[in-house]
């Protein structure tokens, strides 16, 4: 099958700029995570979404960051704009939902985009 | 709060020799354990996971993790690792309450593998 796609891999911006992320989960995946991976750290989870509704973004830095999920298949992630602090790699997965029995065969992830903000 | 606290950040052993990466985790409610392992330059895979049964799950890559409940941890061990282990691994714990879940990652403990 298919894994998750993400594009772009890297992308340098300068600070203040906007940049903008895309990924397309895994077929029948209802359920689609962006997380933030800041260099010598765990992965930080910003937002998640349930078929193309928001369950989770209380860590989504919504003045600047924001998610969008037309039509309950792809994903996109902006931010505007950015700062030093946002370099990582933003990764996306996803996963049957909650409640179902794949839900825990796991989440599935992209190869991340890396951003470096100068 | 859910949390996870991977205890050592660096893990260097030789190659051949056992390794035990170290996970432990805080939740008031019912929780499934994961190990992803990350080489450079790619994304998260799936080493291995704990939802319910045996206490002890396996990779088939000769990785292995025990849950303890009473002790909250899930350590990764494997007897005799190779130079291509070396690579950063996440303890993770999925958070599912109802309709909804999440995985909430640990900082990560890189392993190197010396020749």
């Known amino acids: 099958e298919a894994g998750v796609a993400q594009s772009p891999r890297y992308k340098i911006i300068e600070k203040r700029q906007s940049v903008a992320f895309w990924c397309n989960p895994i077929s029948g995946h209802a359920t689609l995570y962006w997380y933030q991976q800041i260099l010598g750290q765990g992965p930080k989870l910003l937002i998640q979404f349930q078929n193309n509704g928001v369950v989770d973004d209380s860590q989504l830095p919504k003045d600047r960051f924001s998610a969008e999920r037309l039509k309950g298949v792809d994903s996109t992630l902006k931010i505007q704009p950015a700062k030093l602090e946002d370099s990582a790699v933003y990764l996306c997965a996803s996963s049957f939902s909650p409640g179902t029995g794949g839900f825990h065969d796991g989440y599935t992830f992209g190869s991340g985009t890396r951003l470096t903000v100068v | ?115």
């Open chain 2, 1 to 115: 709060a859910q949390s996870v606290t991977q205890l050592d950040s660096q893990v260097p052993v030789f190659e051949e020799a056992p390794v035990e990466l170290r996970c432990n985790y805080s939740s008031s409610v019912s929780v499934y354990l994961f190990w992803y392992v990350q080489y450079p330059n790619q994304g998260l895979q799936l080493l291995l996971k704990y939802l319910s049964g045996s206490t002890l799950v396996k990779s088939i890559n000769g990785f292995e993790a025990e849950f303890n409940k009473s002790q909250t941890s899930f350590h990764l061990r494997k007897p005799s690792v190779h130079i291509s282990d070396t690579a950063e691994y996440f303890c993770a714990v999925s958070v599912y309450s109802g309709n909804t879940g999440k995985l909430i990652f640990g900082q990560g403990t890189t392993l190197q593998v010396k020749p």
